[in-house]
């Protein structure tokens, strides 16, 4: 043996060999796990942050990233951890090769495809981590092999068939998590067997049934999360045997029933008790107050009625009481009189206590809550006397909700020491007196609700300080004097409802300062003056409305800008002159009322005049002519000569307007002649004026490096950081290329290109651009846009992991699935349609369409849009570029596999899909769809009478669908599939598109559809 390690060493001396790798042959000659580990990579398409260059033959496969080995077992792989690499990918049956295995760690990444059977033949086996991929298919028969299995999780991914029974027999299982799937039917009864599980969690897995009395032999349970299924019946006794558990969700089911009142004593360690949104009835057992390690009391959308027990203060760890949308109170007037209680609860953070029949004064206890409380929510009750003046104790709260109780006399101007306050909502009270000065010192406000008071005095010009605010409600109250000019610096700011009282003056100029506007109401008051010309600078407006005020002069024609416009009220005013002809053009105007004015000549009969039933005109007697339907009367001109003149003028105006037209054409051939026979420095030449200037050592801090914890996700070309920009107080999105990445450089000049042209409020905003070197000398380019705090369309689509502040699963409804399509499809009118030249953006999809706090879409990644140099009205092909336009499987237009260029019904094409995916949550590229079964012909052969079986689970319940909502599912749907024919042709225009889904909302919206959907 000596000779050899001689012979071994000697030539090592040598040099002939690395030390490393010939040990490692020597030593670990098993090439099993190599060739499996390799078979894996192999099925890896997407690896953005190079996780597998390591996994090459310059290194032994123990050293790769991601790869533990044996130290009993040389060279045998005992830990793969692959985890939050944003891997896209299947999982190759190799996997079963790797006998060794102990721990399977894949989660946060995009895997997709079924669960390898191959994984049950690791009998070695403890943890198996899968969750937050895209795993479909059932989960592996058999994995009762791996007997020593300790851990599963599976949250977050699209699994389906039965609860996997087989689970149940595994006897060293701990910790199962099933969560954010789509199981059918009940829990097994089965699940009782599992007397070693520690944690179970089977989250919005879609379950049914009852909750098995078996359930109560898991002796050693502390976590049962089985929230936001569709499980019906009472909690079975034998649940509160389980005296070890920690925490219990049973929210959002049909759960039915009462508490027994020593619930308290059965539970002694629980710390999150959480049963809200089910049926349950009877009281608040006063025995909770014997869980002393009680942190949250979740009970909201129940039916508990009687008081709130005073001895909820007893619980020194209390950090949640969500016990709003019940029956709780007596009726006896001392309702909150368990107020003072929660005093001694040091910890409280949120108290929610809204839409209740809680009747009785405010005590001035509320006051001495505690100092980290954030959210305070007692509207909608019956509480009525005075705001004691010591809420400005609470100095970190971010949410005060008071509407509609019964308050009277001043609000406190201690309010403004709530410095933290993002929302404050007083209206429907009986507040009088001014509205305090103090509300300047909130800065960060971006909510403030004072309607439906008596407020009387001026709107306090402190309010200009609230830089933030984004939605001022004073309507229904006293209010007078001047609307202060300070307000019309809030540039943030998107509703504003000033009507119902009596403030005089004008309305001034800087209104058309408001850029985010989207709503205006100051009617029912006593303004005057014109209306500012500066309105059509407000180009986010869908809603204006002045009427009833004394507003005179003619319509300007400036608002012919407003294009988002959908009502229009300016009724009831001294208006004088023509209606403009610019009015029937505004494409989304639904309601029109300009009646009772003093206008003349001739009614219009375009867009919207075509329709009596949503036009007001009445009150104007001088106008004469439009549709039969309005009943006025023929235009009658006296004087010949005069319609001569009228028409030298028209003519003498058009021959004008054509010289004028002329002149900026040319101006832009030679603009774009000498733009074409340059070099653009994009390092030198802002794409804009107006945007910021920044640099990379400011974008270097404001993403903290480019940490991987403000790293909102990663794509083909770079990477999208969360930054904060400290000169202007703000988040933004920045997005860094990559130009180790083919293609790399080419989108982000694509990307400027295309937006160089584009403006509009569902398009994401560019705020800068950044073209210079890094710290390393490497160039570095990178986008900033404004930052989405709604994420991606694609993270609501599909099952997920976060939840709103009552513990509820979100997911979008109806309403806003639908509307969100119409805002999508709004962009693509403008890109198509109203740039010039048109730009197709080629790829879209719903991680590219972005939300904002608002639930507002907004459409971005331009990497591969196309500027086309000329597109005809039927859509023929960009002549431009030969080249085969790239995008994402499954969205991109059939045309485009057969080298045909850009145009703007591809973009159409993709829309489609989009439509049909936002509704069936089915992604273009699942399993399911082979040969020629696809998303289209899997949705057009489901329609009408089997939409329930398609649509997505989460949209709808099975006793919501039917009737009228079935029909506008239905209409939503037929549009996605004349969107998506494979022939361009055939396929409907954006404008078409826009027009129709706009009817399709105000048909059912009518009928109070969403409202129930809500319901």
């Keep these: 043996m000596s000779v050899l390690w001689s012979f071994l060493l000697y030539i090592i001396l040598l040099g002939d060999i690395n030390a490393n790798s010939f040990l490692g042959y020597a030593l670990f000659r ?32 123990c050293q790769w990233e991601g790869i533990s080995c044996s130290i009993k077992h040389p060279g045998r792989v005992t830990i793969l951890n692959l985890s939050s690499q944003g891997l896209v990918g299947s999982i190759s049956p190799h996997i079963g090769n790797l006998s060794f295995l102990r721990s399977i760690v894949l989660q946060n990444n995009s895997f997709h495809g079924e669960i390898p059977q191959e994984v049950v033949k690791l009998f070695r086996l403890r943890i198996l981590y899968l969750n937050n991929n895209t795993f479909g298919g059932e989960v592996p028969k058999n994995l009762t092999n791996c007997k020593d299995l300790r851990e599963i999780k599976f949250i977050d991914n699209n699994l389906t068939g039965e609860f996997p029974i087989e689970l149940t027999s595994l006897p060293n299982l701990a910790v199962l998590d099933l969560s954010l799937n789509n199981f059918q039917g009940k829990i097994p009864p089965a699940i009782g ?52 558990l920690i925490s219990i969700s049973l929210a959002f089911n049909k759960l039915e029933g009462g508490l027994p009142g020593d619930i308290g004593l059965r539970f002694p360690n629980i710390k999150r008790l959480t049963i809200g949104g089910n049926r349950f009835t009877g009281v608040i057992p006063f025995s909770l107050s014997n869980a002393s390690q009680l942190k949250i009391i979740s009970f909201p959308l129940n039916s508990f009625t009687g008081p709130v027990p005073g001895e909820l203060g007893r619980l020194a760890n209390l950090s949640w009481i969500g016990l709003n949308d019940n029956l709780l109170g007596t009726g006896s007037g001392d309702d909150l009189s368990f107020i003072p209680y929660l005093t001694n609860c040091s910890r409280l953070e949120k108290l929610f206590l809204g839409r209740n029949l809680l009747k009785g004064p405010l005590p001035n206890s509320i006051a001495n809550l505690s100092s980290q ?51 404050l909502y007083f209206h429907g009270n009986n507040f009088t007196g001014q509205i305090p000065s103090t509300l300047g010192n909130i800065t960060f406000l971006y909510d403030l609700a004072f309607g439906e008071n008596h407020l009387s005095g001026n709107i306090p010009p402190s309010l200009g300080n609230c830089h933030d605010l984004l939605n001022l409600y004073l309507a229904l109250n006293e209010l007078d004097g001047y609307i202060p000019e300070s307000m019309f610096r809030l540039s943030s700011i998107v ?102 004015n003093d206008l003349e000549g001739e009614v219009p009969e375009t867009g919207i005049f075509k329709n009596a039933s949503i036009i007001s005109l009445i009150g104007n007697k001088k106008l004469c002519g439009g549709i039969p339907e309005l009943k006025f009367p ?18 003498i105006v058009t021959l004008i307007i054509v010289a004028i037209c002329s002149a900026v054409l040319v101006g832009l051939l030679i603009i774009r002649y000498r733009k074409n026979n340059s070099v653009v420095n994009l390092s030198s030449a802002p794409l804009n004026h107006q945007f910021i200037q920044i640099s990379y050592q400011e974008l270097l801090q404001a993403t903290e490096g480019f940490s991987e914890a403000n790293l909102i996700g990663s794509g083909s070309y770079g990477s999208v950081y969360k930054g904060f920009l400290h000169n202007t107080q703000s988040f933004v999105a920045v997005k860094v290329f990559d130009f180790r990445c083919r293609g790399a450089s080419k989108s982000f000049t694509s990307e400027c290109k295309a937006l160089r042209y ?113 597109v005809s009205a039927d859509s023929k092909d960009d002549k431009s570029t030969s080249a085969i336009i790239k995008g994402s499987i499954g969205y991109v237009a059939p045309e485009y596999g057969m080298s045909k260029g850009a145009n703007i019904q591809g973009d159409v094409y993709s829309f489609g899909i989009l439509l049909l995916e936002m509704f069936t949550a089915k992604r273009p590229t699942d399993d399911m769809f082979q040969e020629d079964l696809n998303l289209h012909n899997f949705t057009r052969i489901a329609l009408p009478n089997r939409v329930k079986d398609i649509v997505d689970q989460n949209l709808i319940s099975d006793e919501e669908i039917g009737g009228r909502i079935q029909e506008c599912l239905v209409s939503v749907l037929k549009v996605g599939i004349s969107c998506s024919v494979e022939s361009p042709r055939d396929r409907m225009k954006i404008i078409d598109v826009v027009r129709e889904l706009h009817l399709i909302k105000e048909a059912y919206g009518r009928e109070g559809i969403f409202y129930t959907m809500k319901d």
């Design 193 to 244: 067997n599992v007397s070693s599980l520690i944690f179970l969690g089977l989250l919005e897995a879609r379950l049914e049934g009852s909750i098995p009395e078996e359930i109560g032999q898991l002796t050693r349970l502390q976590s049962l999360l089985i929230g936001g299924n569709n499980l019906t019946g009472a909690i079975p006794s034998t649940l509160y045997n389980l005296s070890s």
């Design 758 to 870: 584009i403006r509009h409020r569902n398009l994401l905003k560019i705020l800068s651009v950044c073209s210079s070197l890094d710290y390393q000398g490497n160039d570095f380019r990178a986008i900033v846009y404004e930052f989405m705090p709604g994420r991606s369309l694609e993270s609501w689509l599909y099952p997920q992991k976060d939840v709103d502040k009552q513990g509820k699963f979100r997911s979008l409804n109806l309403e806003q699935r639908l509307n969100i399509a119409i805002q999508v499809a709004s962009a693509l009118e403008y890109l198509h349609c109203h740039c010039q030249p048109s730009i197709v953006h080629c790829d879209l999809k719903p991680s590219n369409v972005l939300l904002d706090k608002d639930m507002v879409a907004h459409v971005g990644d331009f990497g591969l849009a196309k500027v086309l140099s000329k």
């Design 30 to 61: 098993n090439e099993t796990d190599r060739l499996a580990l390799l078979a894996i990579k192999d099925e890896i398409t997407v690896d953005p942050h190079g996780v597998f260059n390591s996994w090459n033959n310059s290194l032994h496969h």
């Design 373 to 423: 409380i954030r959210y305070l929510s007692i509207g909608k009750n019956q509480i009525y006397g005075t705001v004691p003046s010591e809420i400005g104790n609470l100095v970190n709260l971010n949410v005060l909700d008071m509407q509609h109780n019964m308050f009277h006399g001043n609000i406190p101007p201690t309010i403004g020491n709530l410095q933290n306050l993002f929302q």
């Design 634 to 651: 023929a235009c009658n001109f006296l004087h010949s000569n005069q319609r001569g003149i009228s028409q030298a003028l028209k003519v």
């Design 495 to 596: 509703f504003i409802n000033l009507s119902f009282n009596s403030l005089t003056g004008t309305l001034p100029p800087d209104v058309g300062n408001l850029k985010q506007l989207e709503s205006l109401d100051v009617s029912q008051n006593k303004l005057s003056g014109s209306i500012p010309s500066s309105l059509g600078s407000c180009l986010s407006l869908m809603s204006l409305r002045m009427n009833s005020n004394s507003f005179q002069g003619t319509i300007p024609q400036t608002l012919s800008a407003l294009r988002g416009l959908n009502e229009l009220d300016l009724s009831c005013n001294n208006l004088s002159g023509m209606i403009p002809e610019y009015i029937g053009s505004l494409p989304f105007l639904q309601i029109l009322n300009i009646s009772f």
